[in-house]
């Protein structure tokens, strides 16, 4: 793929990934809005704040050292129409995209593809994380950039900030270990003194990510299509914390989500 860097996943959530991949030309209007994210032009909001951040925080850290023109003229470059329809093109997004027949000129509109790029970012922002990102805009930039990306569920190293040999994706930040796991949760589905009918999806992925956890919703389905049985996981940094089963998926993941939720004991005492 021409020396590009992997595309990042956006981490187990099909529904998310459906929504990122069909156009606004195929959507019912006055649809509801998903429980967690909202829809396509919240996350396509979202999605042009972490494109900017990340590809300014790549030129901050370059050394030599730019100066702030030169930053802003450098950022100019990387987020314009033109660099993002280049990408789009070299990862095949654009061929994944569903768009209604009558629409399909809008594949060549600049305003439209730069909306699929950054809800395809904002996607990626809520599920996999900032630093996914961050590695990978910078090695779009500069494929030889000194970033490591990390492993979410690997155990981080003990050394300090300071003591890195690259370059910290936020200066200023120190590095250090995400918060521990219960060593023994409760079984599945045990409650808190949280009022279960009060624990949302939007809660559980906003109080994870607040605790710096990194959640995902693997999910399985079985069955004939027109009645399939939905399993759903929640896992928090790789480990599952709540489990739950349904006639839908959206059901069985707010399920798992709120097992999880008890299981980490989260909520007011």
Known sequence: MNGLPPLPKIEGDVD???????????????????DDYGDTDRLAELGARVLELTVTNHLYLQRPMLSTNEIKDT??????????D?????????EKLRVAPSEVHLLNKPEEMRKYFTTYLGALYIRNGLPTIQAWISRLIDPNADICQP???????????GQQTGPSYF??????????L???????????????????????????????????????????????????????????????VGKSQKAAKEGA?????????????
């Open 16 to 34: 998310l990934m459906l929504d990122v991949y069909t156009h606004s030309s195929l959507r019912f209007g006055g649809a509801p809005m998903n």
């Open 75 to 84: 950022r100019a470059h990387y987020t314009s129409d033109d660099q993002l």
């Open 86 to 94: 280049v990408w789009l093109k070299a990862y095949g997004l654009k």
């Open 151 to 161: 492993d979410p569920y690997a155990q981080p190293s003990a050394q300090g900030y």
């Open 171 to 180: 200066p200023g930040q120190p590095s250090g270990p995400p918060p521990p």
């Open 182 to 244: 219960p060593s023994s949760p409760p079984p599945f589905g045990q409650s808190s003194s949280y009022p279960s009918s009060l624990v949302t999806l939007a809660l559980v992925n906003q109080t994870a990510a607040q605790k710096g956890f990194t959640v995902t919703y693997p999910a399985e389905q079985v069955g004939p299509p027109h009645q399939p049985t939905w399993t759903v996981k929640c896992c928090l940094n790789g480990q599952e914390f709540g489990r739950d």
């Open 257 to 269: 989500a709120r097992k999880a939720w008890a299981a980490m004991r989260w909520g007011p005492t």
